[in-house]
């Protein structure tokens, strides 16, 4: 897939804008349609972007080079009229798939990213008593923290969506991380009418997540629309796809023969399979992913 052309672009951003204003001022104009639901789930995005942007000193955007935080940094171009205004921050664990680096390697220059790849430590660094896939995934964690220390971040834009896991949906918009980047479930602040708390703690930082009210459904709906590149390795290859992508060594295809995005959204519709089924870490014990999410965990 490609990147769309610039004009197509301008264009998708005068959508935007226009769905934000109506028609400009002073201009005869046509009427404008009622925003659908994918330009209303854009809008929104585009809206708690800015917000991040004008509240918090020093920025970055996490990613995982996934199909969510792709669509994210897509919706960052179009929110600050095509080249995202800070950092995007790549966590590097050493495990992707090879697929993933080449897309990282390839999309970082031509969308002008100010790409920042940090390692992560070894897995003698992680708490023991994890089970295996959680403390291979709890390396993310720590290199994060290691990130945090070294650029001094306030807010971190992450990708994550509440349909995607239980202990996702517990989440805010705007959520405060403790000092050394733990996550109190019990204390979250309230998202009132789009009023969002953007004051972390001396020391400490905001996660922000532009689209956590967006659905898997949605995120393949507006790639097709917006005709955002993906890794192939999204689709079926000899019967098996990959609908979750993490270490190539935790991570797993299912059954699927969804070869493009409109068979990927047909077999959503009919599926039960759970979204991140093929991610070892979700067949642990109950309570493992929890841990890692309290301790910092994206």
Same mark, same amino acid.
């Given at each position: 897939?490609?990147?769309?052309?610039?004009? *197509?672009?301008?264009?998708?951003?005068? +959508?935007?804008?226009? %769905?934000?204003?109506?028609?400009?001022?002073?201009? #005869?104009?046509?009427?404008?349609?009622?925003?659908?639901?994918?330009? %209303?789930?854009?809008?929104?995005? &585009?809206?708690?972007?800015?917000?991040?942007?004008?509240?918090? =000193? =020093?920025?970055?955007?996490?990613?995982?080079?996934?199909?969510? *935080?792709?669509?994210? &940094?897509?919706?960052? +171009?179009?929110?600050?009229?095509? +080249?995202?205004?800070?950092?995007?921050?790549?966590?590097?664990?050493?495990?992707?798939? @090879?697929?993933?680096?080449?897309?990282?390697?390839?999309? #970082?220059?031509?969308?002008?990213?100010?790409?920042?790849?940090?390692?992560?430590? @070894?897995?003698?660094?992680?708490? @023991?008593?994890?089970? !295996?896939?959680?403390? #291979?995934?709890?390396?993310?964690? $720590?290199?994060? =923290?290691?990130?945090?220390?070294?650029?001094?971040?306030?807010?971190?834009?992450?990708?994550?969506?509440?349909?995607?896991?239980?202990?996702?949906?517990?989440?805010?918009?705007?959520? !405060?991380?403790?000092? $050394?980047? $733990?996550?109190?479930?019990?204390?979250?602040?309230?998202?009132?009418?789009?009023?969002?708390?953007?004051?972390?703690? @001396?020391?400490?930082?905001?996660?922000?997540?532009?689209?956590?009210?967006?659905?898997?459904?949605?995120?393949?709906?507006?790639?097709?629309?917006?005709?955002?590149?993906?890794?192939?390795?999204?689709? *079926?290859?000899?019967?098996?796809?990959?609908?979750?992508?993490?270490?190539?060594?935790?991570?797993?295809?299912?059954?699927?023969?969804?070869?493009? &995005?409109?068979?990927?959204?047909?077999?959503?519709?009919?599926?039960?399979? !759970?979204?991140?089924?093929?991610?070892?870490?979700?067949?642990?014990?109950?309570?493992?992913?929890?841990?890692?999410?309290?301790?910092?965990?994206?």
């Amino acid at each position: 897939m490609h990147l769309l052309e610039n004009d *197509s672009v301008n264009g998708a951003l005068y +959508r935007t804008i226009s %769905a934000e204003q109506g028609t400009c001022r002073g201009i #005869s104009a046509a009427p404008i349609s009622p925003m659908d639901h994918l330009d %209303a789930l854009e809008a929104q995005s &585009i809206y708690i972007l800015r917000e991040a942007f004008a509240r918090l =000193k =020093k920025l970055a955007l996490l990613w995982s080079l996934g199909k969510d *935080s792709n669509v994210m &940094i897509w919706l960052a +171009r179009k929110a600050f009229f095509g +080249r995202v205004p800070f950092p995007a921050l790549h966590v590097d664990t050493g495990k992707k798939f @090879p697929d993933m680096y080449r897309f990282r390697d390839h999309y #970082s220059t031509e969308w002008d990213l100010d790409l920042r790849v940090e390692p992560c430590p @070894p897995i003698d660094a992680v708490d @023991p008593t994890l089970p !295996p896939a959680a403390r #291979s995934a709890a390396r993310k964690t $720590e290199g994060l =923290k290691l990130a945090l220390a070294k650029h001094g971040f306030d807010g971190l834009i992450a990708g994550i969506r509440r349909d995607e896991e239980a202990t996702r949906a517990k989440e805010r918009v705007f959520s !405060p991380r403790g000092l $050394e980047g $733990e996550w109190d479930v019990r204390d979250q602040p309230p998202d009132f009418w789009d009023q969002f708390n953007a004051s972390p703690p @001396p020391g400490a930082h905001l996660r922000i997540h532009p689209i956590l009210h967006w659905t898997e459904a949605d995120i393949w709906a507006y790639t097709r629309r917006e005709n955002i590149p993906i890794i192939p390795l999204y689709l *079926s290859n000899n019967g098996k796809r990959y609908r979750s992508l993490g270490d190539a060594d935790i991570t797993f295809p299912v059954v699927s023969d969804a070869a493009t &995005i409109d068979e990927i959204l047909t077999e959503l519709e009919q599926t039960k399979v !759970p979204e991140r089924s093929g991610r070892a870490l979700d067949h642990e014990t109950e309570d493992a992913f929890e841990r890692l999410r309290v301790a910092g965990y994206l």
